[in-house]
T-cell receptor, first 114, second 114 residues
Framework: GAGVSQSPSNKVTEKGKDVELRCDPI?????LYWYRQSLGQGLEFLIY????????KSGLPSDRFSAERTGGSVSTLTIQRTQQEDSAVYLC????????????FGPGTRLTVL | GNSVTQMEGPVTLSEEAFLTINCTYT??????LFWYVQYPGEGLQLLLK???ADDKGSNKGFEATYRKETTSFHLEKGSVQVSDSAVYFC?????????????WGLGTSLAVNP
């Protein structure tokens, strides 16, 4: 079946602009995660959605970052007033949400802020 | 807090050599442990996992044993191939709360030469 898809695959933007990154999880997966992979920083958790529960936003680095998940499926990560330090690969993952589940990752969106 | 420490790379080996990539962790409770792999130009994919102490995860000739006494989850393979060249990430998930987020090591790059 189809895996996790993300769009765009690459995004180049100017400092100060807003960007939206999209994630389409695997059908039937109730849990969705956003991570960020920065050079020298490794992977860091950003936000987690599980079903209809309130999302865990504890990993968002600032209030310029927000995410929503519509209809329990597609998710959009929005970064407002982008900064150069936001440059990274943004990864989305989804899972069935159980205690021992496996997270399946999308190919990522490479964001470059000039 | 929760954290993962894995050996720094890059690791360069000849084909058929023995591979060990060390991973140790700090966690409250009883985490699940994972190895993910990222092949060149591809997304992250689960390599193997273990959900409780003394469990051994295995896949594609790779193995890792969950050692609670040493808080380790070292990745091993008896005979590496050129196709194993990739970046390997150790990760944990703390199962104490509702969030299933993964905590990651910084990754270890492996290059296998013919």
């Amino acid at each position: 079946g189809a895996g996790v898809s993300q769009s765009p695959s690459n995004k180049v933007t100017e400092k100060g602009k807003d960007v939206e990154l999209r994630c389409d999880p695997i059908s039937g997966h109730t849990a969705l995660y956003w991570y960020r992979q920065s050079l020298g920083q490794g992977l860091e958790f950003l936000i987690y959605f599980q079903g209809n529960s309130a999302p865990d936003k504890s990993g968002l680095p600032s209030d310029r970052f927000s995410a929503e998940r519509t209809g329990g499926s597609v998710s959009t990560l929005t970064i407002q007033r982008t900064q150069q330090e936001d440059s990274a690969v943004y990864l989305c993952a989804s899972s069935f949400g159980g205690a021992a589940d496996t997270q399946y990752f999308g190919p990522g969106t490479r964001l470059t802020v000039l | 807090g929760n954290s993962v420490t894995q050996m720094e790379g890059p690791v360069t080996l000849s084909e058929e050599a023995f591979l060990t990539i060390n991973c140790t962790y700090t966690a409250t409770g009883y985490p699940s442990l994972f190895w993910y792999v990222q092949y060149p130009g591809e997304g992250l994919q689960l390599l193997l996992k273990a959900t409780k102490a003394d469990d051994k995860g295995s896949n594609k000739g790779f193995e890792a044993t969950y050692r609670k006494e040493t808080t380790s989850f070292h990745l091993e393979k008896g005979s590496v191939q050129v196709s194993d060249s990739a970046v390997y990430f150790c990760a944990l998930r703390n199962n104490a709360g509702n969030n299933r987020k993964l905590i990651w090591g910084l990754g270890t790059s492996l290059a296998v030469n013919p």
